[in-house]
């Protein structure tokens, strides 16, 4: 009897127990993250806007100005050597300043007029002009006197045969000339065209430095 009370008395003990167990579980509930951060909605419309390809002649015409912007560019740096080997030339031409006058002369201890261009331009254009002034104004272009610019040869005679040469130095703001020469009275020295001896022997000017007179290959290097 003893052993059967005990019995009934461990089975409720175990019930209890089961149902406080049930009664204490809870199921946990997912966890949630939450972010301040906005996620901007992808338009498709934009996309395809980008992968969109330019129009033939949109395509066209994008060309043509990257060539124009090209060619531009090219002009600018050839305006930029020219001026510099013009400027190279009348260096070289003023470092004769004071160098004596010599008949048929051809070094610094003394030259000749057409000696004296023809040096000039042998050396900082590497042109071979010939060695008399006659000769000498059968080379280039003629220029009006309005026109004429530093580097051009301005030829003058004493009523025949040319017999003196220049290369023209400058041309001030008034339109007056100036040419470097070497006179038979001062030897190498700068006198402006309106000269009272020079002027009334100026017969004309000529242009021998052209675009095909340098080399613009350094262009490609810049």
Request: net charge positive; aromatic share 10%; hydrophobic share 40%.
């Amino acid at each position: 009897m003893k052993k059967r009370v005990l019995f009934y008395l461990t089975v409720i003990t175990s019930v209890f127990s089961l149902q406080s167990c049930v009664s204490n579980y809870v199921v946990s509930q997912p966890t949630t993250y939450k972010s301040d951060a906005k996620l901007q909605p992808v338009s498709l419309n934009a996309v395809a806007l980008e992968k969109k390809e330019l129009s033939p002649s949109k395509q066209i015409d994008m060309a043509l100005a990257s060539i124009e912007k090209v060619n531009r560019n090219a002009e600018i740096h050839k305006t930029i050597l020219f001026e510099k080997k013009m400027d190279d030339l009348l260096a070289e031409a003023e470092s004769y300043l004071g160098v004596p006058y010599r008949y048929g002369g051809t070094t610094r201890s003394g030259i000749d007029c057409s000696a004296f261009v023809l040096s000039v331009f042998e050396d900082t254009m590497g042109m071979d002009l010939p060695r008399v002034a006659a000769a000498q104004a059968q080379q280039g272009e003629r220029v009006s006197k309005e026109d004429m610019k530093k580097g051009d040869l301005v030829f003058f005679s004493r009523g025949g045969r040319i017999s003196h040469v220049g290369i023209v130095h400058d041309v001030d703001a008034s339109g007056e000339v100036y040419f470097i020469h070497a006179a038979t009275s001062r030897g190498v020295m700068i006198s402006p065209l309106s000269d009272r001896y020079w002027g009334p022997k100026f017969r004309f000017a000529k242009r021998v430095i052209t675009d095909n007179s340098i080399d613009y290959s350094q262009l490609a290097q810049n």
